[in-house]
């Protein structure tokens, strides 16, 4: 029931504080340790290669969690699109570990790639919101998401609940196997101040309405740009745009910009810098001022410590592997006030299906 929400995507976009805590009691015992299955760790650490498998949003997921896994456990990780892997399997490692992140635990093209992976007997651990779902019931291991339902086409707890639990799972492996950085990162404080930080951005819709209104109701292109940790937040921030305002989206490793995609910015193309780590926060914005040179409208979605005057959405500090928790969050609801300008149906875009069950 969605209440007094017109959309159901507000009110699960409105959620992800009270999931971030959730997940933080379920997944935290008393002395505050993380209460993952022993036995899920001890198959994951002895891999030599973990391989992240999802589709859309949840492949999106995996894209950051790919890089808090080889920082805090330092097993080399990559991500693979299900649809893709399914037919061009790259050349595997000796000893692989599969992680299958999807919201619905229904995906085929996931599905499709569990079955490879189950015949040759490599262990297996699926990430989802659904319990007894096909790809929880067929893999080896199982953690939830504790979610709670996601209605609307458009996914965004499930987004966040699959960072934060593929920070969780990160924080155990790299403890269980003694790495010092593990150690260091106290994910259960940090899931705290995540949680305060979304609420503080929920509660500043009216700017992102505005901004919406101002800058994404009209173009027929947009770009979200950033760099690492944020280039792969660019991608989800695109999707959602996309998938609900029809808005053509992309996202954008910053520096790749001026190699090409620079030439399809002209006067008022919104480009929208997303800017939370301390190493490349210069750069990208060079790479904003380079688009507003040639006619864009930039936009910037900044975490606290580096903001300046003239930014537009500014984001509480928290340890920069977690900071996509809480910068997808402005470009959930940027997507979600875009669509309802257009009167568009926000839960259900045209084309789409909330859970896709052929490949
Ligand atoms: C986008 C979206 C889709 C799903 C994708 C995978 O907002 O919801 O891209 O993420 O279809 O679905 P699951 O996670 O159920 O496997």
Redesign the pocket.
């Known amino acids: 029931d969605k209440g007094a929400y017109p959309f159901y995507m507000l009110k699960e976009v409105d959620e992800q504080p009270a999931v971030m805590r959730k997940l933080v009691q379920k997944y935290f015992d008393e002395d505050g340790k993380p209460t993952i299955d022993e036995e899920l760790l001890k198959s994951m650490s002895e891999a030599d290669h973990l391989y992240i498998v999802?589709?859309?949003?949840?492949y999106h997921a995996g894209l950051i969690g790919a890089r808090i896994f080889e920082k805090l456990v330092g097993i080399p990780t990559s991500v693979h699109i299900s649809s893709e892997f399914a037919y061009e399997q790259p050349l595997l490692s000796k000893k692989p570990f599969f992680i299958f992140?999807?919201?619905?635990?229904?995906?085929a093209d996931?599905r499709e790639v569990l079955v490879n992976v189950n015949k040759n007997n490599w262990p297996s651990l699926t990430i989802t919101n659904v319990d007894k779902s096909t790809l929880s019931r067929e893999a080896t291991f199982t953690e939830l998401l504790y979610a709670g339902p996601e209605i609307a086409?458009?996914?965004t707890k499930?987004y966040t609940a699959q960072i934060a639990v593929e920070a969780i799972l990160a924080k155990a492996l790299g403890e269980y196997m003694n790495k010092p950085v593990a150690g260091a990162f106290d994910v259960k404080h940090q899931l705290g101040l995540v949680a305060n930080g979304m609420q503080s951005i929920t509660d500043s819709k009216s700017i992102l309405k505005d901004l919406s209104d101002k800058y994404l109701s009209k173009p027929r292109n947009a770009f979200y740009i950033g760099r690492g940790i944020d280039w792969s937040v660019s991608l989800e921030a695109a999707?959602?745009l996309k998938?609900i305002s029809y808005v053509q989206a992309e996202g954008f490793a910053s520096g790749e910009l001026k190699h090409g995609t620079i030439a399809l910015i002209e006067k008022g193309t919104p480009v929208i810098g997303i800017i939370t780590q301390d190493r490349t926060a210069g750069l990208t914005r060079s790479n904003l001022e380079e688009t507003e040179a040639r006619g864009a409208n930039t936009l910037t979605i900044v975490s606290r410590h580096l903001a300046k005057d003239n930014d537009n959405i500014i984001l509480p500090d928290v340890d920069e592997l977690l900071s996509p928790l809480l910068s997808v969050v402005p470009a959930q609801l940027l997507a979600y006030y875009t669509s309802l300008g257009k009167g568009l149906d926000v839960d259900k875009p045209r084309n789409l299906a909330k859970?896709?069950t052929v490949q």
């Open positions: 999802g589709a859309g949003t949840s992140l999807s919201q619905s635990g229904e995906t996931s086409v458009a996914s499930a999707l959602k998938e859970s896709v």
